[in-house]
T-cell receptor, first 115, second 112 residues
């Protein structure tokens, strides 16, 4: 199964600033996804990171707030822009392997706190 | 869209006890995953189980796809089993690949 590395693992940021989270997979994967987990809540999909094209965002999430890049099959970034305390969450990257009906594997997440 | 419901929402066990967690889903699915989120926030794959039964040590899972539910069994619980257990099912994505819809989770605390 794919090993997914995320960094940073945690950060404390000032409101109004932006932070970019990196996600690296150790093998080629088809799909990469970004999820948000607000405190005490379940995971919610932010967007699907598409290689070489614009990400596909879920309802309630917009590109200006969460720009995503995926320059190749094994790497993606998520930027949380103009942060406010409401953005304090765990952000997780996931990926599925080649072939149909593959399980999703998750990185360890980035725990973000906004002051 | 598809709905995923987990029960119970909270569970407290004494070490050594057994438990059953349930996941109901509102539509047909072609796969289902169980995850354990430990107290440090790491999300660990437990089972990928579209149907049937799988076992991994003290844990086992059964999915009855025709009746739209899955069960996760934890036997002889240990304090390290504490955390939140999520089930997740795919929702068809327009690109032909599945995105996961997560249940609200079952929060488990195992006391010594």
């Amino acid at each position: 199964s794919a090993v997914i590395s995320q960094k940073p693992s945690r950060d404390i940021c000032q409101r109004g600033t932006s932070l970019t989270i990196q996600c690296q997979v150790d093998s080629q994967v088809t799909m990469m996804f970004w999820y948000r987990q607000q405190p005490g809540q379940s995971l919610t999909l932010i967007a699907t990171a598409n290689q070489g094209s614009e990400a596909t965002y879920e309802s309630g999430f917009v590109i200006d707030k969460f720009p995503i890049s995926r320059p190749n099959l094994t790497f993606s970034t998520l930027t949380v822009s103009n942060m406010s305390p409401e953005d304090s969450s765990i952000y997780l990257c996931s990926a599925t392997g080649l072939g149909g009906n593959q399980p999703q594997h998750f990185g360890d997440g980035t725990r973000l706190s906004i002051l | 869209g598809i709905q995923v419901e987990q029960s119970p929402p909270d569970l407290i066990l004494q070490e050594g006890a057994n438990s059953t967690l349930r996941c109901n889903f509102s539509d047909s699915v072609n796969n289902l995953q169980w995850f354990h989120q430990n107290p440090w926030g790491q999300l660990i794959n437990l089972f990928y189980i579209p149907s049937g039964t799988k076992q991994n040590g003290r844990l086992s899972a059964t999915t009855v796809a025709t009746e739209r539910y899955s069960l996760l069994y934890i036997s002889s619980s240990q304090t390290t089993d504490s955390g939140v257990y999520f089930c997740a099912v795919p929702s068809i994505y327009s690109g032909g690949y599945n995105k996961l819809i997560f249940g609200a989770g079952t929060r488990l605390a195992v006391h010594p």
